[in-house]
């Protein structure tokens, strides 16, 4: 029985398949997010993740079955359409010209402009919102050049809010980040979340961090869902070591009562003991 009885999802993966010419990367995969819901996409590298934050974004298309948006078929809807609902802050941002930050921000605002139209004043006011939102706000005269890379990703992802989307899409949104900012950029998502209700979609190799911050995990295992559903839950020492292929033990952190992957320095490579 559905945990959200009568809402229609957010997003919405009906067996969903997808592969790079005879490389299958995902098979049959199926899936509901609603409103409000804060999920981590976790896995080993090849599982399928990045490819399938691709799929929900609208980056690439299924080529077997199909991903809906608040009910409808998202390959049906325009570019411009997906991008009022859907933001994506991707894991590498790269810049051809030395735009500022706030130049950077305001690219958020295009899905809500004419074709031909301008920033105004109110496009301004929200991206002023949007990097206050992230601690940004005074590096808006700075050249994407001249900033850090914790600056950058907080600044990419206030372009995103500047989007104003129902959805968050975040692909290992904390890779390039030391401990401190990926404890920040972590607590960031949290607010967005709890105050705003924005729906959050995140790919992490994080496994820790995830479990603090999601609500659901989702673990894929070779382009297919080995395990859905609370942290606590999805988070087992048995799993994990199967997908992992190396042993691994889960201990609870007695101050958050998140579960925590330790990875033993004598670990060793485990046969994998399920099909595919």
Known sequence: M????????ALEVERVSFAYGRMPVLANVS???HPGEFVGIIGPNGSGKSTLLRLLSGTLRPQGGVVRLDGRSLHLLSRREVARQIAVVPQETTFTFAFTALEVVL?????HLGRFSLEGPDDV????????????WHLRSRRMDEVS??????????RALAQQPAILLLDEPTTALDIRHQA???????????????????????LNLSARACERLILLDEGNIRSDGPPEAVIEARTLSEVYDTELRVHTDPLTGAPVVITPLDGTIRPRTHPG
């Not at 559905?2 to 229609?8: D, I, K, L, N, W």
């Not at 006011?125 to 940004?136: L, P, Y």
């Open 31 to 33: 899936f509901s997010v």
């Open 125 to 136: 006011e929200i991206a002023r919102q949007s990097m206050e939102a992230t601690d940004s």
């Open 107 to 111: 690219m958020g605002r295009s899905p």
């Open 184 to 206: 920040d950029m972590y607590r960031l998502l949290r607010k967005f979340h709890d105050e705003g209700g924005l729906t959050i979609m995140l790919v992490s190799h994080d």
């Open 149 to 158: 890379s914790g600056e950058k990703q907080r600044i990419v992802v206030a």
């Open 2 to 9: 559905s945990a959200y009885p009568g809402r229609v999802p």
